[in-house]
């Protein structure tokens, strides 16, 4: 995939990524290497120039993208994607409540939902459910954000830089829960972080980015 055009091209490439259900891998490299490119592709967000092959939960992904079926492409980010942005992402219209609830109304899903329940009483969130976002810390922010993206237990997360804002105390806390709600509802996520220490504290494998010349390849140390 590419960003940018002429002189200022840059190009992405991931040659291989296998995930398992509950598995967690860390996308790392130094700033403007193209981690959030590769996440946005991945999310379907950004159309890749070529895809050899891309599967995810059972669906063909490639093929989708080559045909440019943009309502199943749609349909896959609504169903089988989630998103984890570094402000959280929440709509500033909707109380937290809603906010949690919106991917599993957009999935057509019912609002009640007991591994939701379960995580907002973990988080103690319960006091927050009819505030607005702007009402709330950046931690709080984030921690809703995590109970948001599991709400419709999509196949695969895409986190950007969760923790960028957070303390550091905080930010252990929220790749705890991450790596907790990915292992118990079998989903998968990859994560982009410039904390690299905070990464191999929790001994995640990752993808580690090798630039040269306007170009990068993401290869996998796992």
């Known amino acids: 995939?590419?960003?940018?055009?002429?002189?200022?091209?840059?190009?992405?490439?991931?040659?291989?990524?296998?995930?398992a259900r509950g598995q967690v891998v860390a996308i790392t490299g130094e700033s403007g290497c193209g981690k959030s490119t590769l996440l946005e592709a991945l999310g379907l967000l950004l159309a890749p120039q070529s895809v050899a092959q891309y599967s995810l939960d059972g669906v063909d992904i490639a093929a989708l993208l080559?045909?440019?079926?943009q309502p199943a492409l749609a349909d896959?980010?609504?169903?089988?994607?989630?998103?984890?942005?570094?402000?959280?992402?929440?709509?500033?219209?909707?109380?937290?409540?809603?906010?949690?609830?919106?991917?599993?109304?957009?999935?057509?899903?019912?609002s009640k939902s007991d591994h939701v329940d379960r995580a907002i009483t973990?988080?103690?969130?319960?006091?927050?459910?009819?505030?607005?976002?702007?009402?709330?810390?950046?931690?709080?922010?984030?921690?809703?954000?995590?109970?948001?993206?599991?709400a419709h237990l999509?196949?695969?997360i895409l986190a950007d830089e969760p923790t960028a804002a957070l303390d550091p105390h905080n930010a252990r806390q929220l790749f705890e829960l991450?790596?907790?709600?990915?292992?118990?509802?079998?989903?998968?996520?990859?994560?982009?972080?410039?904390?690299?220490?905070?990464?191999?504290?929790?001994g995640l494998p990752r993808l580690n980015a090798v630039s040269v010349a306007g170009e990068t390849r993401f290869e996998p140390t796992f």
């Open 76 to 110: 896959v980010r609504a169903r089988s994607l989630g998103f984890v942005l570094q402000s959280g992402g929440l709509l500033p219209f909707l109380n937290i409540r809603d906010n949690i609830n919106l991917p599993r109304r957009l999935s057509g899903l019912d």
């Open 178 to 202: 991450l790596l907790s709600l990915v292992d118990e509802l079998g989903l998968s996520a990859l994560i982009v972080s410039h904390d690299w220490q905070l990464v191999d504290s929790f």
């Open 154 to 156: 999509p196949r695969l």
């Open 1 to 19: 995939m590419q960003r940018g055009s002429g002189t200022q091209a840059h190009r992405v490439h991931l040659p291989e990524l296998n995930l």
């Open 122 to 150: 973990a988080l103690r969130l319960e006091p927050l459910l009819d505030q607005l976002p702007q009402a709330l810390s950046i931690g709080e922010r984030q921690r809703v954000a995590c109970v948001r993206v599991i």
């Open 66 to 69: 080559a045909a440019d079926d």
